[in-house]
């Protein structure tokens, strides 16, 4: 049970004194009835609530897909830069939704946000084997070696042995190779880093699948959507 207006501000319907206000003026109705007392206990998933005519749709979390730009860092604040969460409508960001993981400043492509801790949790958890999919352009060619070094599971520059990784040759790319890497870590740029361990560097990065989700080409740079009931049960294993 939680109080009304404390439901109604988290859903973006005003502050808790604006809401004050609406509830004396008889402009609440919870369950058919006009309410006059802000503070009443509802059960929000399962009471009926019509705030100045409109229904109201609760909803405890947010699921969210978005094409990570270059430039944004992966934060919820940042002093300096825009973060993923600046680049939010407001009926978005009133859910204080997180990135799941993280994508450098620098690396594009497919990052989640959501408010859901429990989910967060799993998905980032090396212990449940979340494949993370990346394409990459490498400034030298990438060899049956490197792929043979990835699987083993590369030790990066402050000792760190990274677990077994699958890399896979796409083509060449000017002087360089265009590859697929999947890993289930997330540490600190740690594809560049596991190129860098076998003497090679990463000019272009973008996450193109996570766990069962690709990256939806529809989406342009710096654009997001809400995921689909059916692609949050993919993502929760139901």
Same mark, same amino acid.
């Given at each position: 049970?939680?109080?009304?207006?404390?439901?109604?501000?988290? +859903?973006? /319907? =005003?502050? #808790? @004194?604006?809401?004050?206000?609406?509830?004396?003026?008889?402009?609440?109705?919870?369950?058919?009835?006009?309410?006059?007392?802000? =503070? !009443?206990?509802?059960?929000?998933? @399962?009471?009926?609530?019509?705030?100045?005519?409109?229904?109201?749709? /609760?909803?405890?979390?947010? /699921? !969210?897909?978005?094409?990570?730009?270059?430039?944004?860092?992966?934060?919820?604040?940042? $002093?300096?830069?825009?973060?993923?969460?600046? +680049?939010?409508?407001?009926?978005?960001?009133?859910?204080?939704? %997180?990135?799941?993981?993280?994508?450098?400043?620098?690396?594009?492509?497919?990052? *989640?946000?959501?408010?859901?801790?429990?989910?967060?949790? #799993? +998905?980032?958890?090396?212990?449940?084997?979340?494949?993370?999919?990346?394409?990459?352009?490498?400034?030298?060619?990438?060899?049956?070696?490197?792929?043979?070094? %990835? $699987?083993?599971?590369?030790?990066?520059?402050?000792?760190?042995?990274?677990?077994?990784?699958?890399?896979?040759?796409?083509?060449?790319?000017?002087?360089?190779?265009?590859?697929?890497?999947?890993?289930?870590?997330?540490?600190?740029?740690?594809?560049?880093?596991?190129?860098?361990?076998?003497?090679? @560097?990463?000019? /272009? *990065?973008?996450?193109?699948? %996570? =766990?069962?989700?690709?990256?939806?080409?529809?989406?342009?740079?710096?654009?997001? #959507?809400?995921?689909?009931?059916?692609?949050?049960?993919? +993502? $929760?294993?139901?």
């Amino acid at each position: 049970m939680e109080r009304i207006d404390k439901v109604l501000s988290n +859903l973006g /319907y =005003g502050s #808790r @004194k604006e809401l004050k206000g609406i509830v004396k003026k008889g402009l609440v109705k919870v369950n058919g009835e006009v309410i006059k007392d802000n =503070g !009443l206990q509802i059960d929000p998933e @399962k009471d009926k609530i019509i705030i100045n005519g409109e229904e109201v749709y /609760y909803r405890k979390h947010i /699921y !969210l897909l978005m094409n990570k730009p270059e430039g944004v860092v992966s934060a919820t604040c940042d $002093k300096y830069d825009t973060t993923v969460v600046d +680049l939010l409508e407001a009926e978005d960001a009133i859910f204080e939704p %997180f990135p799941i993981g993280r994508l450098d400043k620098d690396t594009v492509g497919l990052l *989640l946000l959501t408010n859901d801790g429990e989910l967060n949790h #799993r +998905l980032i958890s090396p212990k449940w084997h979340v494949d993370k999919v990346y394409y990459a352009r490498i400034d030298k060619v990438v060899t049956e070696s490197d792929i043979k070094q %990835f $699987k083993k599971g590369v030790v990066l520059d402050d000792g760190y042995k990274c677990m077994p990784g699958k890399l896979e040759i796409i083509g060449d790319y000017k002087e360089g190779s265009e590859v697929h890497i999947t890993i289930q870590e997330g540490k600190f740029h740690q594809v560049k880093r596991m190129f860098e361990s076998v003497g090679k @560097k990463v000019i /272009y *990065l973008r996450r193109v699948k %996570f =766990g069962p989700l690709d990256i939806d080409e529809n989406l342009e740079e710096g654009q997001y #959507r809400e995921l689909t009931d059916e692609e949050i049960n993919l +993502l $929760k294993g139901n």
